[in-house]
């Protein structure tokens, strides 16, 4: 994202802000989230080479979230009217960005001019005639865990569809034929759906709480607010509904502390993101660079650059979100809690994109263990340990691409995940007795620490490039036996 | 946190902000001097130079000093036994779409050259991609620190023309060092009215100065890390061999070139400049074509009859100035020539190398 785009959302925040200022204007907040969000998911969708393809893909997204919330909510508890108007105002937001093709305002709302009014009326017409239908038939047939299973699975494969270039490619290609655009041209990056993984996991959150009984109930503008809300649309992070819903029930009533802890935020979040993270891109490992390295020693500053770069870009982004949600009255939780400073690699993944972490260990690490230590067999300990540290890592992984080199990477830290737990089982007697003299504990952790951070930044060598070749290539630099 | 203790930050904030930047131009410091260069990061082996930065690890800046003081030049004291060679000059000199050993600065310093008096020559490379004399001598003038024994000037007909003197960018970003050398040399060229105001010598108006010479240092780590200071695209468009049946040379007409219109009092100036130091100026090879309308153009820069002309003023001047020259127009084949009529490949590198060793002007 860039600085302008950055600056205008902020923008966007304060003028919720001040708003907030008068209780006449306060209750706009809601409404204006609501509009914020669905407009900005247009805004921010990078320009396609498929025809109109920027356009939909926000349309799905408003889609795919209509129908969450028609999955969670249950029908007692919608309000037939407040469902009505809300439905209205994203309707007519996306009618309103699609009448821009008439004026110039193609690339400032829009990245791409939008597809004509009449076939955006239409598939919006179609669109809410199938949710009605939904709605209504919901009210007298109550959905059951199998829709809910249902639509987990859907998203699970759009997912999987999307981070897998073979397959976009492919489809690349049907829609560029359905266009009648050159097939040739198709590419892999050519569905590039703005903020999908972050959508699908709050979507995910709230059927899997909804199946359990734990999410609690939502207007639809709230559902839309919180899956799309516009701080975190991006990068996260990722929110729970129930905390994110205290805050946006709350009233919001301003003050000199959130507009400086907001500022904080901001700041240190941008000075993080387009000082500090920038100035390190320049000189990161990447996938052109790592093959033309000449020496062990530059080699691994160029890891370490990007050890830090990827951390000061992520958690700068992550401040800048919590520093627009504190203007809204929102308090994210926090996704970086200095992860490098961790003395092993179990506390490094506590700290580091932390609502990720948590989120796979309440939705797969922890239901896995405990199918595993109830199963009628039984498993040993280590076994579980070393199952589901490896599989968590390896979703972790495919989370952020389906390639060898994610995987690769989800094995690494999977891998020493298990060797840190087994270790720290092992010489706890040893550890104990460490702990109780401060000096030789204080040397302890610092060589912990350094370790750590040495092997998750050797981790980043796999993240980082694009093929195991390259890895390796490298990692026969960094121990001095490159050519 | 209150409101008051707010507006307190952001009024501190601003004035502190707005203090720096009085301070900074007031005392205008020249923070080019300081470079990691050298120090922690390897100096580099020619100015510094490109327009991808992203894949050639290097960027333009107009910062004459920050641009010496990332040479290997300027961490190399010079030992009683070196022989010190500055090569100076435009792109061919810097070596455009080849590797700094490929250079003739640096096949001229692998040759392993000796002098008569033992002293191991050591060639360094002082060229910059634009063609203006006057930028040579503004390189020249900052080199001439460095102490040199033998400067090796390679010059074309596209660099002397007056009226594009002041035309590129590093020069006209330089426009007190230039107006300095006009005034001190008595040069026929308008000196450029330096028009910065006290905003500009703020930090705010010094951003992009700022900005470059960080990035400098930045690309010093991958420069340093790879060898790597230009993009060497596999497929480049070759230099033409089929030309226009245009007589012209820039506004020039056949049948002369303009009396004073090419700059030798700029060359003498970086004769003047030079002192004791001897100075080789080189006619550098260019491209000659026998493609269609060769007979009317050597190559896609000159016309036939004014290069024919350059060089009798070349000649001329030379021996009325009893400057030591050296005419190579021709000496490398038409093959040799990459994306201009003035670039080589490393091989016609190798052959000019070799020329100007056997000629014996290092010595």
């Known amino acids: ?483 | 946190m209150n409101g008051r203790f707010l507006r307190n930050v952001f009024i501190k904030g601003l004035l502190l902000f707005a203090a720096f930047n009085l301070i900074w131009a007031a005392f205008n410091p020249s923070p080019g001097n300081i470079s990691a260069y050298n120090l922690i990061l390897r100096g580099r082996e020619r100015l510094p130079f490109g327009e991808d930065s992203a894949s050639s690890y290097n960027l333009s800046l107009y910062d004459l000093d920050a641009m010496f003081a990332s040479l290997r030049l300027a961490g190399a004291p010079k030992t009683p036994d070196e022989f010190r060679v500055f090569v100076i000059g435009d792109s061919s000199s810097w070596g455009t779409l080849l590797r700094p050993e490929e250079t003739l600065a640096g096949l001229l310093d692998k040759a392993g050259l000796t002098t008569e008096d033992g002293r191991t020559v050591r060639v360094y490379n002082l060229g910059y991609p634009t063609l203006s004399l006057t930028k040579d001598l503004m390189v020249l003038d900052i080199a001439m620190q460095y102490e040199p024994d033998l400067i090796l000037w390679p010059v074309t007909l596209e660099s002397f023309p007056r009226e594009r003197q002041l035309e590129s960018p590093i020069v006209a970003n330089n426009s007190d060092r230039v107006a300095y050398l006009i005034e001190r040399f008595d040069l026929g060229l308008d000196a450029p009215v330096n028009e910065a105001s006290f905003w500009d010598s703020t930090i705010i108006g010094q951003r992009r100065a700022l900005a470059d010479l960080l990035r400098l240092q930045l690309y010093g780590v991958m420069w340093s890390a790879t060898g790597i200071d230009q993009t060497y695209p596999t497929d480049y468009e070759p230099a033409a061999r089929d030309l226009e049946a245009d007589e012209s040379f820039g506004d020039w007409l056949p049948p002369s070139i303009p009396a004073d219109g090419l700059v030798w009092d700029v060359v003498a100036a970086g004769m003047q400049r030079a002192g004791e130091v001897p100075v080789v100026l080189i006619n550098e090879p260019v491209l000659v074509s026998a493609g269609a309308n060769s007979d009317v153009r050597y190559n896609f820069y000159y016309p036939r009859w004014a290069y024919d002309q350059y060089r009798a003023s070349f000649e001329s001047t030379c021996t009325a100035n009893d400057w030591t020259c050296l005419d190579l127009w021709d000496v490398i084949p038409e093959e040799r020539f990459t994306n201009s009529a003035i670039h080589l490949d490393p091989q016609g590198e190798a052959i000019l190398a070799g020329k100007i060793i056997e000629t014996g002007v290092i010595k």
Request: aromatic content about 14%.
């Open chain 1, 1 to 483: 994202m860039w600085l302008t785009s950055i600056l205008i959302l902020v923008g966007l925040a304060l003028i919720i802000f001040l708003l907030s200022l008068w209780p006449r204007t306060r209750a706009l907040r809601k409404l204006l989230l609501l509009v914020f969000s669905v407009g900005v998911i247009f805004w921010l969708q990078p320009a396609l080479p498929i025809r109109g393809l920027d356009f939909w893909l926000p349309v799905a997204t408003l889609a795919l979230v209509a129908l969450g919330w028609l999955l969670t909510s249950k029908a007692e508890e919608r309000e037939v009217r407040a469902t009505l108007v809300n439905t209205g105002l994203v309707i007519s937001t996306v009618l309103l960005i699609a009448l821009t093709r008439y004026v110039s305002l193609t690339g400032w709302i829009t990245p791409s001019r939008p597809p004509q009014t009449l076939i955006v009326v239409a598939v919006l017409c179609a669109i809410f005639a199938v949710l009605f239908l939904l709605f209504i038939f919901s009210r007298r047939v109550p959905l059951g865990a199998g829709a809910l299973v249902a639509a987990m699975l859907a998203i699970l494969l759009v997912f999987v569809v999307l981070k897998l270039p073979a397959l976009t490619q492919w489809i690349s290609e049907v829609l560029r034929g359905w266009n009648g655009q050159s097939r040739e041209l198709a590419s892999s990056i050519d569905l590039r759906w703005l903020g999908f993984s972050y959508i699908a996991f709050r979507l995910i959150h709230t059927l899997r709480d909804r199946q359990s009984g734990r999410l609690p109930a939502m207007a639809l503008d709230e559902y839309f607010i919180y899956v799309l809300f516009f701080p975190a649309i991006s990068a996260g992070p990722i929110d729970r509904s129930e905390r994110f819903l205290r805050d946006l029930r709350k009233p919001f009533i301003p003050a000199a502390e959130e507009l400086g802890g907001a500022s904080k935020r901001l700041v240190i979040g941008l000075f993080k993101k387009f000082v500090l993270a920038d100035l390190l891109a320049l000189i990161a490992l990447n996938g052109t660079n790592a093959s033309q390295l000449t020496s062990t020693g530059w080699a691994w500053l160029l890891v370490y650059a990007y050890a830090l770069q990827i951390f000061f870009d992520f958690s700068g982004y992550t401040d800048i979100a919590i520093g627009m949600g504190l203007l809204m009255g929102v308090k994210f939780p926090e996704n970086f809690n200095a992860p490098y400073l961790k003395p092993n690699l179990t506390q490094f993944w506590n700290n580091w994109h932390m609502t990720l972490t948590q989120w796979f260990r309440a939705y797969f690490f922890n239901p896995l263990t405990r199918a595993l230590r109830s199963a009628k067999k039984p498993v040993p300990v280590w076994l579980v340990i070393l199952i589901t540290q490896i599989s968590t890592m390896l979703l972790i992984g495919l989370w952020h691409g389906m390639t060898l080199n994610f995987i690769l990477w989800g094995l690494w830290h999977g891998l020493g995940m298990f060797i840190q737990n087994r270790w720290s089982d092992w010489t706890r007697p040893l550890s104990t007795r460490i702990q109780q003299k401060p000096a030789l504990n204080r040397i302890v952790t610092i060589f912990t620490t350094l370790l750590t951070f040495q092997f998750v930044a050797m981790g980043w060598v796999w993240f980082a490039l694009p093929s195991v070749q390259t890895s390796l290539d490298v990692f026969t630099r960094l121990f001095g036996m490159g050519g």
